[in-house]
């Protein structure tokens, strides 16, 4: 994926920041859901701007499906954070954060994995077709 390195990037690194405080704190291999809750308590500590589990509605052929996708969290209106606490990251964990891009048209996701030794373990990605004019990638 085209990577624009500035594209948000104060944004990322206040999340990512934010993200770390939890690992250390946490330490690794907890539950997901547990880091989840701590990163909602730190974003709301630093005063980040975020949304938890928003309800995504898909559609085929302009009609509304019943199948809902629920990234865990939409950061400063426009950075979707999917988080995971797995031994290492796979392609399917990527695949899953493009499709919530791709639904809500948002250009930039993080994946961030809590369930590695050793540190914190995140991928950034950029789909430059939605990206603001003005902007390469």
Known sequence: MPHDVNYKKDESYHLIGAAFEVYNDCGFGLAEEFYQECLEIELEL???PFRAKQELTSFYKGRELKKRYIPDLFVFNGIIAELKA????????EAQLINYMRITKSPLGYLINFGKAGGLDFKRIILSEYLPKGISA
């Open 46 to 48: 630093q005063k980040i």
């Open 86 to 93: 797995v031994s290492q990251l796979l392609p399917e964990h």
